[in-house]
């Protein structure tokens, strides 16, 4: 079956410490984005890449950094920089042409 | 710059009850409009899309229609089961954003047995 993959389901990170969210695709698209969800709010994007070795910044960058090195895997990097990290982190794909875009199950991050 | 905006939840209906959740849009050019629906814990799911002015997506019952006019892209849904409680998200892109996901900020549904 062909969709987006996301791991781990949960992640902890404590107070100084990078954490990396994976995100792997099969369904052969070439964009890829990263989405941050807030309690009772809507998705703001994080960074997208619309082919390998290639990345934008979107709305809210900072404090997280990304890697496009292979068309099926774009991971997320959480690092100390970023002050309020917990959140739903959502990973999505789309073909170019098409445009409509496909979501992972997404991670929940918390902060011990 | 491009906006959405959909009606404050939540919203509580009985089952069997007609749906509506309005979503209207700001845009500089010609987007495509989506609508995603998430159950809890869980990502978005693609629920229907519309490309182009009149186009009408539909999926497991629900429709919209991309009424450039008005610049509206309604959700309706004729009788809905206790399964269609989720948040409902409308979002719309444009080709020369590089793909950019612009989404309204969700619409919580409850349906009552």
């Known amino acids: 079956d062909g969709g987006i993959t996301q791991s781990p389901k949960y992640l902890f990170r404590k107070e100084g410490q990078n954490v990396t969210l994976s995100c792997e695709q099969n369904?052969?698209?070439?964009?890829m984005y990263w989405y941050r969800q807030d309690p009772g709010q809507g998705l703001r994007l994080i960074y997208y890449?619309?082919?390998?070795?290639?990345?934008q910044k979107g709305d809210i960058a900072e404090g997280y950094s990304v890697s496009r090195e292979k068309k099926e895997s774009f991971p997320l990097t959480v690092t100390s920089a970023q002050k309020n990290p917990t959140a739903f982190y959502l990973c999505?794909?789309?073909?170019?042409?098409?445009?409509?875009?496909?979501f992972g199950p997404g991670t929940r991050l918390l902060v011990l | 710059g491009n906006s959405v905006t959909q009606m404050e939840g939540p919203v509580t209906l009985s089952e069997e009850a007609f749906l509506t959740i309005n979503c209207t849009y700001t845009?500089?050019?010609?987007?495509?409009l989506f609508w995603y629906v998430q159950y809890p814990g869980e990502g978005l799911q693609l629920l229907l899309k519309?490309?182009?002015?009149?186009d009408k997506g539909s999926n497991k019952g629900f429709e919209a229609t991309y009424r450039k006019e008005t610049t509206s892209f309604h959700l309706e849904k004729g009788s809905v089961q206790v399964s269609d409680s989720a948040v409902y998200f409308c979002?719309?892109?444009?080709?020369?954003?590089?793909?950019?996901?612009?989404f309204g900020q969700g619409t919580e549904l409850s349906v009552k047995p």
């Open positions: 999505a794909s789309s073909n170019s042409r098409e445009s409509a875009q496909y």
């Open positions: 369904l052969n698209h070439d964009a």
């Open positions: 890449s619309q082919i390998v070795n290639d990345f």
């Open positions: 845009a500089t050019g010609y987007p495509s």
């Open positions: 519309a490309t182009k002015a009149d």
């Open positions: 979002a719309l892109t444009e080709r020369n954003q590089g793909g950019k996901l612009i």
